[in-house]
């Protein structure tokens, strides 16, 4: 199976910056999209930031302009740049992976534990 872990949230003031990492382990398998979801309290858990194995991004509104979404393919990593980041954007935020298992001939979508990020001056 595949596991995704994520680290880097954690505590910024408003205009600060943060970044979150993403690493993907197991074996046999391929990552055809990565994303970055989170659910503030309340709320439905939302899209943020997508990205295809192609290089193709997606952003949400709320977040474009601000936040960048890249991976690094061999290490099997993404990363969420987040710049200048309000109190809008405190949640948790989950690591997201839509795989294909090669060994399975099938595809798996995989979810992260979650980092919480809190934006508070």
């Known amino acids: 199976q595949v596991q995704l872990v994520e680290s880097g949230g954690g505590l910024a003031r408003p205009g600060q910056s943060l970044k979150l990492s993403c690493a993907a382990s197991g074996t046999y398998f391929r990552i055809n999209q990565w994303a970055w979801y989170r659910q503030a309290p309340g709320k439905e858990r939302e899209l943020v930031a997508r990205?295809?194995?192609?290089?193709?991004?997606f952003y949400s509104e709320s977040v474009k302009d601000r936040f960048v979404i890249s991976m690094d393919k061999f290490k099997r990593t993404q990363e969420l740049q987040m710049n200048s980041l309000n109190s809008e954007d405190t949640a948790t935020y989950y690591c997201?992976?839509?795989?294909?298992?090669?060994?399975?001939?099938?595809?798996?979508?995989?979810w992260g534990l979650g980092t919480p990020v809190t934006v508070s001056s």
């Open positions: 997201n992976a839509m795989t294909w298992l090669f060994d399975q001939a099938r595809n798996l979508e995989v």
């Open positions: 990205l295809s194995f192609d290089g193709i991004k």
